[in-house]
Every structure is written in structure tokens, then in C-alpha cells.
């Protein structure tokens, strides 16, 4: 039986909806606001956020591989080591 129910809910989208939140109305407000705003508006809020570059890149915090940093929280500087991949020895050769 349990199965069947978690079968159900993966095909079917209205099977599980999650709880309503306290902000709801204010979040459906927001993303009204944000439907209507043309890329430029939309890349303009992204920006005065932070997580948006003017160019359109993310910002360091939102990006998959944040900037290296050190103990001290400074950033890394140092290149990344040389390949690690192992090169497999010749037949008879000495390794």
C-alpha cells in the first residue's frame, strides 16, 4: 500500500501540496510584481539584492563553487593543483 501512494505521488502534481506559509498573501503580492517586471526591471532587482552582477552573473554567494577562501575568510589565491590523475605504468617499465 505505501508504495502505491508514493507511486501516486510522483505522477500525480496535485497528490501532495505543501503547508501554506504565514506570508502567503505578501508572497503571492511579490511574485505578481515580479511577473510583470520586463528582464531589465527583473535584472535591476536581482542587482540592488546582491545576487546579481550588472552583467547578469551571480554574486559569489550564489554560485555553485563559491571563491575559495582561507582560514581568515580571505580569498584564496593559490592555483589549483596540477592534474591528480593517475597515468597508468607500461608493461615492464619500472614505476
Excluded: F
Excluded at 505505501?2 to 508572497?27: F, I, L, Y
Excluded at 510584481?33 to 552583467?55: N, Y
Aim: hydrophobic residues 30%.
Amino acid at each position: 500500500m505505501a508504495r502505491r501512494s508514493q507511486a501516486r505521488a510522483q505522477t500525480d502534481p496535485d497528490a501532495w501540496k505543501p503547508p501554506p506559509h504565514g506570508n502567503a498573501e505578501v508572497h503571492r503580492l511579490i511574485m505578481e510584481e515580479w511577473k510583470r517586471m520586463t528582464p531589465a526591471e527583473a535584472l535591476e532587482s536581482l542587482v540592488q539584492a546582491g545576487i546579481c552582477t550588472p552583467d547578469g552573473e551571480l554574486t559569489a554567494p550564489y554560485r555553485d563553487e563559491p571563491e575559495p577562501r582561507d582560514a581568515r575568510g580571505k580569498r584564496n589565491m593559490t592555483p589549483p593543483p596540477a592534474s591528480t590523475k593517475r597515468v597508468k605504468a607500461r608493461r615492464g617499465s619500472r614505476a
